[in-house]
């Protein structure tokens, strides 16, 4: 079994201002790794992912993650956020041998970005 | 490609009623997975159809099930409805090409059960 740990429950920015949202994770095997994120009354949109290959994956809207294995997390970062980044953010793993039925998610992120 | 769409968007019952939920896939994709959104339970896996089949199934009562057609649109039932049922019912499709890589979700269903 694996778990994931979203240690901030929310994250208050200034605009324009860098952030970071770490995601840790516990398994004993090997796993892929996801971000998402949920805008209000949105479904999850999937920001990037890490499945193999280099560690530093690079996603949509400016966001990047890396994956460290050592120390198994997977950051999520972005050097210049916006107010339309303001939204809920999911950390989430699936096992290398696990289908959908073995997604873990995070409790989520909020990041509240200040203007 | 259009996105993935659930109807209805809302939906408000009472305790021991039943429901249907409907999605309908990105058109080619033929994996349909289902989870159940809550405040206190975060983000958890129902169950995921591939070709008309349930593939993998979630640790929930058998008061929730599903199906998907001949054209990959999928729907959810749960019968008897509880108080604890309501949530946030995201649907997701996948190609499923080569294993587990990126899903497409949609608007998801909020049931409310008084």
């Known amino acids: 079994a694996q778990s994931v740990t979203q240690l901030d429950s929310q994250v208050p920015v200034f605009e324009e201002a860098p952030v970071e949202l770490r995601c840790n994770y516990s398994s004993s095997v090997s796993v892929y790794l996801f971000w998402y994120v949920q805008y209000p009354n949105q479904g999850l949109q999937l920001l990037l992912k890490y499945l193999s290959g280099s560690t530093l994956v690079k996603g949509i809207n400016g966001f990047e993650a890396e994956f460290n294995k050592s120390q198994t997390s997977f950051h999520l970062r972005k050097p210049s956020v916006h107010i339309s980044d303001t939204a809920e953010y999911f950390c989430a793993v699936i096992p290398y041998s696990g289908g959908y039925q073995k997604v873990t998610f995070g409790t989520g992120t909020k990041l509240q970005v200040i203007p | 490609k259009a996105g993935v769409t659930q109807t209805p968007r809302y939906l408000i019952k009472t305790r021991g009623q039943q429901v249907t939920l409907s999605c309908s896939p990105i058109s080619g994709h033929r994996s349909v997975s289902w989870y159940q959104q809550t405040p206190g339970q975060g983000l958890q896996f129902l169950f995921e159809?591939?070709?008309?089949?349930?593939?993998n199934k979630g640790n929930f009562p058998g008061r929730f099930s599903g199906r998907q057609f001949s054209n990959s649109r999928s729907e959810m039932n749960v019968s008897t409805l509880e108080l604890g049922d309501s949530a946030l019912y995201l649907c997701a499709s996948s190609p499923w090409t080569s294993g587990p890589g990126e899903q497409f979700f949609g608007p998801g269903t909020r049931l409310t059960v008084l």
């Open positions: 159809y591939f070709s008309e089949t349930q593939r």
